[in-house]
């Protein structure tokens, strides 16, 4: 596993019941991005609400509704390529809200 999986698996599992979200996000984020920015109680609150976005992924049977939600998250957080069950051999598949579009590219 990489290090954004680690990181996202991580704050899913982070403890909700502890007294200082805010600190303990700002330890966790360090270990796996290093040009990550101070945590404030405001990015801590969006971080959270991804990470609750992000959770039902990790139990997710139905490869449809995995691709959905994960491509939904990596659109909020404008990163791409979007991922595709249909992402097998040497052809890639990139599927965006409006198109898709296959490249060659290993």
């Known amino acids: 596993m990489g290090p954004a ?14 007294e200082d979200t805010v600190e303990l996000i700002g330890q966790i984020v360090p270990k796996y991005h290093r040009s990550a920015e101070a945590i404030t109680p405001e990015s801590a609150a969006q971080i959270l609400a991804w990470a609750d976005r992000l ?40 599927i965006t809200r409006t198109s898709t579009t296959t490249s060659s590219r290993g």
Not at 5 to 18: F, T
């Open 5 to 18: 999986a680690e990181l996202a698996a991580a704050l899913v599992n982070i403890d909700r019941g502890a």
């Open 55 to 94: 959770s039902p992924v990790f139990g997710q049977a139905d490869l449809d509704r995995l691709v959905d939600t994960v491509n939904g998250l990596l659109a909020d957080s404008a990163s791409r390529p979007y991922i595709s069950p249909g992402m097998t051999g040497g052809t890639r598949t990139s």
